[in-house]
Antibody, heavy 118, light 106 residues
Framework: EVQLVESGGGLVQVGGSLRLSCAASGFTFSSHWMNWVRQAPGKGLEWVASIKRDGSEKNYVDSVKGRFIISRDNAKDSVFLQMNNLRAEDTAVYYC???????????WGQGTLVSVSS | SYELTQPLSVSVALGQAATITCGGNNIGTKSVHWYQQKPGQAPVLVIYRDTNRPSGIPERFSGSNSGNTATLTISRAQAGDEADYFCQVWDSSTVIFGGGTKLTVL
């Protein structure tokens, strides 16, 4: 059974940093692109970042470029999101999401809440 | 950047068919995927590559895509179908979601 378990969320002040982790199991982790998708309270889904199977390619939404870094450790079946210089508008539930290999998400984690206070 | 437009809300009578649209420039040339999200839960894939249903998704869910509009149709709507629905495409190495549609079953 595919499982994605996020951790690392919490309350942080504007300008602070957090590192999210996602532990994957139940599939060959190194065979899949991985994504982070967020959802602000009462809002829609917003893709944040993605990383290629071997970590050699990373893509970001414009609003987080230069502040967030996605990475992965295939030996530990984990993907990470380092979030720096956080802003109030980064407040959201952050989901770890597996790419199917065809440009859509076939599995989602349950999400971890990040709250940025001013 | 590419944009997807969805109606904010759609209402449907119990047992009737609901149609949720997703508009985008020449979206018919892209693969469109649909997710259902219930309150407090993670999204669930209900349609992939325009018309395909993942295992476990009822046949009542179907999709189409042509021209500038992709459509998710839920036939014989049930109370349990009440949720937010999001369309999604992949464009220029980025994942793009529509703004979401709240489906209300009356």
């Amino acid at each position: 059974e595919v499982q994605l378990v996020e951790s690392g969320g919490g309350l942080v002040q504007v300008g602070g940093s957090l590192r999210l982790s996602c532990a994957a199991s139940g599939f060959t982790f190194s065979s899949h692109w991985m994504n982070w998708v967020r959802q602000a309270p009462g809002k829609g889904l917003e893709w944040v970042a993605s990383i290629k199977r071997d970590g050699s390619e990373k893509n970001y939404v414009d609003s987080v470029k230069g502040r967030f870094i996605i990475s992965r450790d295939n030996a530990k079946d984990s993907v990470f999101l380092q979030m720096n210089n956080l802003r109030a508008e980064d407040t959201a539930v952050y989901y770890c999401a597996r790419d199917s290999g065809s440009g859509y998400v076939d599995y989602w984690g349950q999400g971890t809440l990040v709250s940025v206070s001013s | 950047s590419y944009e997807l437009t969805q109606p904010l809300s759609v209402s449907v009578a119990l047992g009737q068919a609901a149609t949720i649209t997703c508009g985008g420039n020449n979206i018919g040339t892209k693969s469109v995927h649909w997710y259902q999200q219930k309150p407090g839960q993670a999204p669930v894939l209900v349609i992939y590559r325009d018309t395909n249903r993942p295992s476990g998704i009822p046949e009542r869910f179907s999709g189409s895509n042509s021209g500038n509009t992709a459509t998710l149709t839920i036939s014989r709507a049930q109370a349990g179908d009440e949720a937010d629905y999001f369309c999604q495409v992949w464009d220029s190495s980025t994942v793009i979601f529509g703004g979401g549609t709240k489906l209300t079953v009356l």
